[in-house]
């Protein structure tokens, strides 16, 4: 089936296999199925969707609307939703209950949706048991660090996201066990390692692709268990030592002519190991994975990035450890789960958010154990499962296969076309995105969809301009950490790029001064969005190997530079 994007009006195929994906995922009432219809929106433009219903990285300091004690939150202190204190939000005092509201059916169920969201408090940030952590958000047990978002189980971690138990670990995106690492990249298992991307096992690494159980190897792609070896040329100790003084003395240049090197090397057409049946990129021990992206251990998934442990899932971000679960962003441990938004250890839920251990909740925020709720309010199971099928009827699910009686229905006239354009806005549609309690260019859509401020606004959306003056001049940096002077932690310094303020924590100064890295010029904003940048766009492209002319699907757009070759040449080639 080809569609029309009804957001960017470009084509997309919905296959047999997707339909049936639909229909399994569908919720049954009474004995009867309420089709999930066939998506309006084209894969890219519900991931943008999706994405502007989470902020990670902005992090605000505004009073809780309970206490009005000062708390750390991902919402803006503008934001005009309420914000409680972690604490208070999960303490008795807080009854998402007594938010409860009746349906109603003249009104659409986004827009009573977005009235429920601005009256239920919302949670400041998602950070469990921090210790020393305060300025993390979606973290768990993190011990003296700063500045880590999706992050777990990680000790005197700063500036990084999708980290996982690690230790002394900077400005570093998708690693896990990885300890004295800067700027490491969906790396793994690696020590002592700086400038690395795609690296496992490795130790005392600068400069590095592709290596696998390498040690003191640097400007190097592509080797496994290599030792002393400066741009895939191998040496014994003392020339390998010898040589390498310069480079680490000049070590931006030689970040360039690393780079500018990498460009000629041949390059495999997907980052995967242990796949079958797998498209996208960056995947690992999956199967039947198609078009996903930074995913681990995921079985028959469509459309998945930053993922871990799914089965059965398509359109989702940010979720680990479930099963069955449809158009969903920032979930774990989910079960029948579809549409719904920071909802964790939940089934059969749809159209929620911030829910936790509940089950058969429809249109609900901020429960915790409950069940057979719809807009906050108590139902018994009877009155729940008679309900729900009129909601889903009322916003445009009619029992209906796909769409197909939809549009018999406008052609029998037995809808107003008013009431089959809200339906069909409605029913089998994420949220949309003029409801997020963010502004878009807050929320991971402007990570990966960038717009600027006239053609978000132009879209309806909210932009929220910086309020911060930047002073025009900054402290001077000297090169290296040994160099610099005692107070250069109270200085600003001012990012050579973005022109934004920072400054350095003495952790991160110490860090510097341990590792010998120069001391960084851009801002931690700067950086993150640089480290993105060293990934393909989340965007598949049908082109041929470009030495055996097989033809393959990859990330590596025809007008890239890069020499892109199927599996058997890459392995043959570089190997």
């Excluded at 030592?241 to 390059?267: T, V």
């Amino acid at each position: 089936m080809e569609k029309t994007c009804k957001t960017c009006n470009h084509q997309f195929e919905i296959t047999d296999e997707d339909l049936a994906f639909y229909e399994r995922i569908s919720p049954v009432f009474g004995g009867k199925k309420y089709n999930i219809t066939a998506p309006t929106l084209c894969h890219d433009c519900r991931q943008q969707r999706r994405l502007s219903f989470r902020n990670e990285r902005n992090i605000y300091r505004r009073k809780s609307d309970l206490s009005g004690k000062e708390v750390v939150t991902m919402y803006a202190p503008e934001s005009k939703c309420l914000v409680y204190d972690q604490n208070e939000w999960w303490g008795d005092s807080f009854d998402p209950l007594k938010y409860g509201k009746d349906f109603s059916f003249d009104k659409p169920f986004f827009e009573q949706f977005k009235e429920l969201m601005m009256a239920v408090p919302r949670i400041s940030l998602i950070n469990k048991e921090p210790e020393n952590s305060e300025y993390c958000n979606f973290a768990f047990r993190n011990k003296d660090s700063y500045l880590l978002f999706t992050a777990w189980e990680n000790d005197g971690c700063c500036y990084s996201n999708r980290i996982g138990k690690s230790r002394d670990t900077f400005d570093s995106s998708n690693v896990i066990n990885c300890e004295l690492c800067y700027s490491a990249v969906d790396s793994e298992n690696s020590y002592n390692c700086s400038f690395i991307k795609n690296c496992s096992n490795c130790t005392d690494c600068i400069l590095g692709q592709n290596l696998r159980g390498c040690k003191n190897c640097f400007a190097s792609f592509g080797l496994a268990n290599k030792q002393y070896c400066i741009g895939n040329i191998q040496y014994d100790k003392e020339e390998y030592e010898r040589r390498i003084k310069p480079f680490l003395e000049n070590l931006p240049k030689a970040k360039e002519d690393y780079f500018n090197w990498l460009k000629k090397i041949p390059r495999r057409y997907m980052e995967a190991t242990n796949v079958e049946n797998c498209t996208g990129d960056n995947i690992y021990n999956s199967k039947n994975a198609k078009e996903c992206y930074e995913v681990k251990e995921l079985q028959d998934c469509k459309f998945v990035s930053n993922a871990t442990s799914l089965k059965d899932c398509y359109d989702i971000n940010n979720d680990d450890h479930s099963e069955l679960v449809y158009e969903c962003i920032g979930s774990e441990k989910n079960y029948m789960h579809i549409f719904n938004d920071i909802c964790w250890f939940n089934s059969e839920i749809a159209y929620c958010s911030l829910c936790f251990n509940s089950k058969n909740c429809f249109g609900c925020i901020g429960l915790k154990k409950n069940e057979y709720c719809i807009l906050n309010k108590q139902y018994t199971k009877e009155q729940y499962e008679e309900l729900v099928p009129k909601i889903i009827e009322h916003m445009g699910g009619i029992g209906r296969a796909h769409g197909a009686s939809a549009q018999v229905e406008r052609e029998s006239g037995s809808a107003s076309s008013s009431e089959a354009e809200l339906k069909e806005n409605e029913w089998g549609e994420f949220f949309p995105m003029n409801i997020s309690l963010f502004a878009y260019n807050e929320s991971m859509a402007q990570d990966y969809f960038p717009m600027d401020k006239d053609n978000v606004k132009t879209r309806g959306l909210r932009w929220r301009d910086d309020e911060e003056e930047t002073p025009k001049i900054g402290y001077k940096l000297p090169d290296f950490a040994k160099d610099a002077k005692e107070d250069i932690c109270q200085q600003i310094l001012i990012c050579e790029s973005s022109g934004k303020a920072y400054k350095l924590l003495p952790k991160e100064l110490n860090f510097y001064k341990k590792t010998n890295l120069p001391l960084p010029r851009k801002c931690p904003n700067q950086r993150h969005k640089e480290r993105m940048a060293l990934r393909n766009q989340r965007k598949l492209y049908d082109r041929k190997c470009d030495k055996c002319g097989t033809p393959i699907t990859t990330t590596y757009s025809p007008k890239q530079p890069e020499t892109v070759y199927c599996e058997t040449c890459y392995l043959e080639t570089v190997s």
